[in-house]
């Protein structure tokens, strides 16, 4: 089955630095890729995603690039902001029939002000 | 509009027993899927229901049931409660399916005493 890798497992950046999340996924079939933002006593809220026919996609601060020949896809958050301190996951979605999502082990980020 | 809503928020009960969680989703939202998150084990997938039917199923054992209701709000029950089962127990809502667009609830917090 699928297996996603997440890296770092803690980070730590200044306000107003940039903090990267880097997934690795094995099954080169997986298509979808969704980072989720969950905060303390909170359910993951689903922040942005990529579809394996794009390489990269941005929203605002966020940004998230995939390479499907190295099957690795990075979150990028800009300037970061005190409000972005949070646990972040990503996961890998194999589609085609029964879909099977596999969440990546998550990245507790703390931004500090 | 409204998000998912999980009941109760918190649970407390003792091994052997067992229990019982519903999940509301969004308005429209055929697809419900049921997670258990732990610090250890991360976010793994124990079921999804589409339209009252069971589509996708994760590596839990069959103590771990669920259904879906006709207005799509769907229950997981859980026997024979074990101490390893204590966990926060996410479900997610879609329009389409597994992974794709999920709105996750704020979860169920059980322990197991």
């Known amino acids: 089955g699928e297996n996603v890798e997440q890296h770092p497992s803690t980070l730590s950046v200044q306000e107003g630095d940039s903090a990267v999340i880097k997934c690795t996924y094995s099954d080169s079939a997986s298509n979808y890729f969704p980072w989720y933002k969950q905060e303390l006593g909170k359910g993951p809220q689903l922040i942005i995603d990529?579809?394996?026919?794009?390489g990269e996609k941005k929203d605002q601060r966020i940004a998230v690039t995939l390479n499907k020949t190295a099957k690795h896809f990075s979150l990028h958050i800009t300037e970061t902001q005190p409000e972005d301190s949070a646990v972040y996951f990503c996961?890998?979605?194999?589609?085609?029939?029964?879909?099977?999502?596999?969440f990546g082990t998550g990245t507790k980020l703390q931004v500090i002000p | 509009k409204a998000g998912v809503t999980q009941t109760p928020r918190y649970l407390i009960k003792t091994r052997g027993q067992q229990v019982t969680l519903s999940c509301s989703p969004i308005?429209?939202?055929?697809?419900v899927s049921w997670y258990q998150q732990t610090p250890g084990q991360g976010l793994q997938f124990l079921f999804e229901y589409f339209s009252e039917t069971q589509r996708n199923k994760g590596n839990f054992p069959g103590r771990f049931s669920g259904r879906q209701f006709s207005n799509s709000r769907s229950e997981m029950n859980v026997s024979t409660l074990e101490l390893g089962d204590s966990a926060l127990y996410l479900c997610?809502?879609?329009?389409?399916?597994?992974?794709?667009?999920?709105?996750f609830g704020s979860g169920t917090r059980l322990t197991v005493v």
């Open positions: 997610a809502s879609s329009t389409t399916g597994t992974g794709f667009g999920y709105t």
């Open positions: 308005s429209g939202h055929r697809s």
């Open positions: 996961a890998a979605i194999l589609s085609g029939g029964y879909q099977k999502v596999t």
């Open positions: 990529i579809r394996s026919n794009v």
